[in-house]
Each structure stands twice: as structure tokens, then as C-alpha cells.
């Protein structure tokens, strides 16, 4: 058999995942303190296990309807309109597999071979496969630590064409902990406003950010709804990673559309996942407050600890990652967190891995216990140093 031949050629030129390979590294070194990962480390809340213990209890084993439970969907636009003034009926909402199964329908329901797609990075490193795998061409921009890492409205107008058919909007941002404030929004908001662009809203994060504002979502803004995907989900606020649930949120044309492909591959989310997932959007606002809380606490450590080692590192202010400058080394990312890797065991992922604009970077996650980031602060202070790196 020609294998070359035979597989696709889309498929065939996707990067593999720089985060999962430097996780897999990790995990043959017994004594390795990895930062690699994005997992909450909190336990998902009893109330919610609880939830999904008694659907078990009570036979709920089932599929349900393709578009999720109406229940949940209904829970979903209460919580939405509730935590960000966002409008939205059942009608309007799929729950999918995790956000990422959200991201890869709305882009499949929207892209046709050529369109392009506006990337801004560093970002999550499935826009650019998902993207390719439709035939779209993908549009990076490059945004930088002086601007806060955001999409400026000025790099957004340059990078429009004829062609555009999508942009995704990955805030708060993982890997760099920016946030888009309320008047960066508006600006965005003029240069699409009378175009026929549609907006990918990644809003994973949407819970976790840290200061006087809270997260403003771009579909919030007016007029800006009807171009609007909004992609969200239980993983990161109520550390349900491992539940694999997720959601969309949008004009319904689309969402039927998403709604058919998600029938044709998934059927529908897992039914135990969802169960619970009713509880956690009605029982446990006080749970995010708690781990955001925390994130915080650990956030304020890392960047200081970072930036007294001379690991220039812009100050994030959503998620729970840091992106620190590692060009003191005069290394590659890739190389930089290799020899950290071996020389010290703490595992952190390059800066490339989100887009070749992460060149230069690191992102540490701190959604670790503080023993296991003061360990790892320490162990790359001892790296540093014994490389005439560290700051005098």
C-alpha cells in the first residue's frame, strides 16, 4: 500500500500538537515537574460529580437529543445572559464535545476552500489544522507584548480582503493571558460592522480573568451578535476537563448548520457529562469564584517570581498561563525548553508551538498547587543561573 498516496494531503501537512509532545516527554521522567499542561488542578465540585453520579443511579445512559439536553441549552442561555448579557434560546445553542468540537463545526459550517481565515497569534494551536483540513487559508497576525498581545483594530483592517470569511477571536488568550477590553472590542466592532465577516468567539476562559473588569464578550457589543460564534464550555471554570463538554452559541442558521454536521459525527454529547453540567451552571457561581481566586493568588507569584529571574513577562490577565520572554538564553524556544527539560525536569512549551510568533516565549502554566510552582521556580532559577543567564 502507498500510504503517501493515499492519505490526504490536508491532512498529511498538519503540525502535531508542540503541547502534547512535550507533555508525553514529561511523562516518562518520574521526578519532572511539568507546567505544560492547561488542566485545572482542582477536583470538579462534589455537587457536580454528585450530579452525575445519581444520572448514573437513575439509568439516564442514553442518547440525547442531538443538540443536547433541552434542559441544559436552556441553562446555558440563563447563564450566558446572567454572567455576560448575552441573549440566546435553545434554539441557538449546541452543546458539543468539549469547546474544541464547537471550534472545529462552526469553522467546517463556515469555510469553503479558499476563504480566508483572520489567526491572530500567538493562540490555541487547532485554529490553523482545522482550517487547513476545510481547504480555508489561514491569515496570522502577529500581535506583540507592547500592545498587551491584542488585536488591534488597525492590524485587523490591513489583514481584510475580498476573500475573509472568518475571524477568530481566541480572548482571553491562551497562551498569553491577554484580555480584549471593552473599548478594544468597539474598535473591532467598526472595522467588520457593514462587512459580511463572521466572528469565531473563543471564550474558554471567559470566567477567569483578573482585575477591576470583567470578560466583555464581542457578541455583547451592538449589532455584532449576527456575526457572532460563541464558543464556551466546562472545562476551565468548573475544572470539568476530563467530562468533555462544551457549547455553542449563535444566529441559528448556523447553529442548524453545526448541528448537522455534529449529528453526522458525534450524534451527541456524552449524557452523564450534561446531567452534570445542568448542576454546575445552577449550583456553583461561588466555585469559580473560588478557583479564580486562587489562579490569582498563583498568577501574582509566578509573574513576580519570573521577571526578578530576568524572564521578561508581560502581566496576564486572563486564564492561567504566563508567556515569558526566554531571549536572555539567546536559544530557540524549542531549544530553551528541551535543555530545561533535561537539565532540571520541568517541562514548559515552546513559544512556537502557538504559531510562529510565539518565537522568543514560553508558556508556563500556574494551574498547579503552589509547592509545585515554587519547586519549578526554583528549578529554572538553578537553570538560569548555571547558564549565566540570571538576572543580576
Known amino acids: 500500500m502507498n500510504y ?25 521522567m518520574p521526578h519532572c515537574i511539568s507546567l505544560g499542561v492547561g488542566e485545572p488542578d482542582f477536583k470538579t465540585p462534589w455537587s457536580v460529580r454528585d450530579a452525575g453520579i445519581r444520572s448514573l443511579e437513575q439509568g439516564r445512559t442514553k442518547y440525547t437529543a442531538n443538540a443536547g439536553l433541552k434542559e441544559l441549552r436552556a441553562e446555558i442561555c440563563r447563564y450566558l445572559e446572567r454572567r455576560f448579557d448575552l441573549h440566546y434560546t435553545v434554539e441557538q445553542t449546541l452543546v458539543t464535545v ?12 463556515l469555510v469553503q476552500p479558499g476563504d480566508e481565515v483572520i489567526i491572530p497569534e500567538p493562540c490555541f494551536v487547532c485554529y490553523e489544522p482545522i482550517t487547513q483540513l476545510t481547504g480555508g487559508v489561514p491569515v496570522h497576525i ?18 481584510l480582503t475580498p476573500r475573509t470569511k472568518l475571524v477568530i477571536f481566541p480572548y482571553p488568550n491562551n497562551p498569553t493571558g491577554a484580555v480584549m477590553e471593552a473599548e478594544d472590542l468597539k474598535a473591532i466592532a467598526e472595522v467588520l460592522r457593514g462587512t459580511n465577516v463572521m466572528v469565531l468567539s473563543d471564550e474558554i476562559y471567559s470566567e477567569l480573568t483578573y482585575g477591576l473588569e470583567r470578560h466583555v464578550s464581542f457578541a455583547s457589543l451592538p449589532g455584532m451578535a449576527e456575526r457572532t460564534i460563541v464558543v464556551n464550555g466546562f472545562s476551565k471554570s468548573y475544572a470539568m476537563t476530563g467530562w468533555r463538554l462544551g457549547y455553542a452559541a449563535g444566529p441559528e442558521p448556523i447553529i442548524e448548520i453545526m448541528t448537522k454536521i455534529h449529528q453526522s459525527c458525534i450524534m451527541s454529547a456524552p449524557t452523564t457529562s450534561q446531567y452534570a453540567a445542568i448542576t454546575a451552571l445552577r449550583q456553583c457561581d461561588d466555585q469559580i469564584e473560588m478557583m479564580r481566586d486562587e489562579y490569582n493568588r498563583r498568577r501574582r507569584y509566578v509573574v513576580k517570581a519570573l521577571n526578578e529571574m530576568g524572564l521578561t513577562c508581560f502581566e496576564p490577565r486572563g486564564a492561567f498561563y504566563v508567556f515569558p520572554s526566554i ?38 502554566s500556574y494551574a498547579y498547587s503552589v509547592d509545585h510552582l515554587q519547586t519549578a521556580m526554583h528549578r529554572i532559577r538553578a537553570f538560569l543561573q548555571e547558564n549565566g543567564w540570571l538576572k543580576a
Do not use: W
Open 4 to 28: 503517501e498516496q493515499l492519505i490526504a494531503p490536508n491532512a498529511q501537512v498538519m503540525r502535531p500538537s508542540g503541547i502534547r509532545r512535550f507533555f508525553d516527554l514529561a511523562a516518562d
Open 98 to 109: 468539549g469547546g474544541s468540537e464547537a471550534i472545529d463545526l462552526a469553522i467546517r459550517a
Open 142 to 159: 502577529q500581535t506583540r507584548a507592547e500592545d498587551g498581545f491584542r488585536l488591534t483594530a488597525a492590524q485587523l483592517q490591513a489583514a
Open 327 to 364: 531571549q536572555v538564553s539567546g536559544l530557540s524556544s524549542e531549544d530553551f525548553c528541551e535543555r530545561l527539560l533535561h537539565e532540571k525536569e520541568v517541562a514548559i512549551i515552546p513559544g512556537d508551538a502557538f504559531g510562529a510568533s510565539g518565537e522568543g516565549y514560553a508558556r508556563i
